[in-house]
């Protein structure tokens, strides 16, 4: 059996794809999960809404190129709309519409959009928070340990860190600042968590 001439063989051919490296939501290091600034195209979209909107203005432009898949000329228009000076609010919450559109469909990326509006830019509560019985946080003296609250609906990891965000101001009750770690609460009142983490307490 003949093994061929060199000549003969057959010649390998490679593609090389060229990306270019895409910033992540700091618009300083390429996005990568280790690094904490990350999209994930598998995240929630209320989460993915909200972490398009957290990016620098300066990458507006380049999410639209790398991460959409609209055309270079609409690309083009809102390039054109950022030059003549409107609001980059108004065009990162069309980016942050349109990549939530790409991966979980028109009808999410508009609920998306409407709790984004609610939450961080009219401060509302959302109607769909999830609940606790809190009958079993509650002293003898009718005050609610909110510290044990928090831990028990996911909203600390421990009863020290619920400490550390009542002492910096993050947790609010009905919408006022929280300033003790036991408080007379009562049914219905919802307790705020930073910017988005809300639980009715029942």
Partial sequence: ??????????ALTFI????PILEGMDGVEKMSKSLGNSIGIHEPPNL??????????????RYFNLCTDLHPDRV????SRLDGGENPRHIKAELAREIVRLYH???????AEAYFNKVFREKEIPEDIPSLITQDFVDENGMTDLTRVMVAAGLALSGSE???????GGVRLKGT???CFKVQTSEGDVLQVGKKNFVKLL
């Fill in 1 to 10: 059996m003949s093994t061929g001439s060199p000549s003969s063989a057959h």
């Fill in 16 to 19: 090389a794809l060229f990306m």
């Fill in 48 to 61: 993915m809404f909200e972490k398009v909107m957290a990016i620098p203005d300066g990458l507006i432009i």
């Fill in 76 to 79: 083009n228009e809102y390039r």
């Fill in 105 to 111: 469909g028109e009808a999410l990326a508009c609920e």
């Fill in 162 to 168: 619920a400490r550390r965000l009542i002492s910096q």
């Fill in 177 to 179: 600042r929280v300033e």
